[in-house]
């Protein structure tokens, strides 16, 4: 069968699947999944709601990695260290948030969960390669794991936020792989199924959402994203054409740029809280989202806004892998100010924005 049919017979099940499985969880959702607004996570809607959409992915995930053993050859997943890895990385902070929307745990399980799930991935041969010392790429490794996860977790803090950015970068891991011709790749077909579950939850998350992804949901996009983030932002090469790798500038620009969101929005949530005395960790509605929202834009319109920038910086990337191989100082100055522009404005209007 050619590989364009069935990626994209394969997608469009996947699709239906989501949205079907989605639509099942919620008629089935009274008790199950519901997070109660009293046991300290602070959200922006004041209902409660079932956070069962993070196991639509995870199911998706992992028929994903079945059906590539269906169409290609069935052993090339367990000789492949480094997929195997991410497999059991994403297991790991599945479980982690599964355990979290059950019964709350600890900042420090989920922060030793969080720290595993680094360890495992640097241990498949899946880590930052950044600087000629091994341990302090390790080290980079840890903060990147740790904080993407982090970050998507604390991104979840309004309908379709989450859904929508980590769509676009999920989009843009397609993007790469299909311009290096990696066709046959099981990270294709892992990042269409995690795609398509997206896709087909992102129905029951807008505004007004009728389901969260919950800390279920948000920990195992987390380490997907940070995983293939390493893979196809920090290290990607191939064989006859300049990769993303060979320029450690532009290592640093198309990683900061497809994740703007997420690390603008953490990095401004921690500057603020440390400013005023706070803990970083407990929950508030002091997000970049929340202060757009008391700009007086919509739910909707602050997950428009975000889905655009995210957009945006996909444009970027794909001009940059496409026409700007032979890098340049200039380029990565051109695109660090833009950057720096938008997560700048978006920290701005934090400070010049009071909560209602």
Aim: hydrophobic residues 50%; glycine residues 8%; charged residues 10%.
């Amino acid at each position: 069968m050619n590989l364009t049919l069935l990626y994209s017979v394969y997608f469009i099940v996947a699709f239906i699947f989501s949205f079907l499985i989605n639509g099942l969880f919620l008629r089935f959702s009274k008790n199950l999944g519901t997070r109660d607004t009293d046991i300290g996570q602070v959200r922006w809607s004041a209902s409660s709601k079932p956070s069962l959409g993070g196991i639509s992915f995870f199911i998706t995930f992992l028929l994903s990695v079945i059906s590539y053993s269906m169409f290609f050859e069935q052993a090339a997943i367990f000789h492949d260290k480094q997929f195997t890895g991410i497999l059991i990385s994403c297991v790991a902070g599945f479980l982690m948030g599964l355990a979290d929307d059950a019964y709350n745990t600890k900042p420090i399980l989920k922060f030793s969960v969080q720290f595993f799930c680094g360890v495992i991935l640097i241990f498949s041969g899946t880590y930052i390669q950044l600087f000629s010392n091994e341990y302090i790429n390790y080290a980079i490794t840890l903060f990147w794991v740790v904080g993407i996860m982090n970050s998507i977790n604390m991104l979840d803090n309004m309908d379709a936020i989450t859904t929508s950015v980590s769509i676009v970068i999920t989009l843009c891991f397609i993007l790469i792989i299909f311009f290096y011709k990696e066709y046959t790749s099981i990270h294709l077909i892992v990042s269409l199924g995690v795609l398509s579950a997206l896709l087909g939850f992102l129905y029951y998350n807008i505004n007004p959402s009728k389901l969260y992804m919950g800390d279920t949901g948000s920990q195992f996009l987390g380490i997907f994203l940070a995983a293939m983030g390493v893979k196809y932002f920090w290290n990607f090469t191939d064989t006859g054409l300049v990769g993303i790798a060979a320029y450690p500038t532009k290592q640093i620009i198309v990683t900061l740029l497809i994740f703007i969101i997420p690390i603008t929005d953490t990095t401004t949530v921690f500057i603020n809280r440390i400013g005023k005395g706070q803990s970083p960790f407990i929950g508030g509605k002091d997000h970049t989202t929340h202060h757009l929202s008391y700009r007086g834009l919509s739910d909707r319109q602050v997950a428009l806004a975000f889905t655009l920038i995210s957009l945006v910086s996909l444009f970027f990337i794909w001009i940059i892998i496409n026409f700007l191989q032979n890098w340049s100082i200039f380029y990565f100055i051109l695109f660090l100010c833009y950057i720096l522009g938008v997560s700048g404005w978006l920290y701005y209007n934090t400070k010049t924005t009071k909560a209602q």
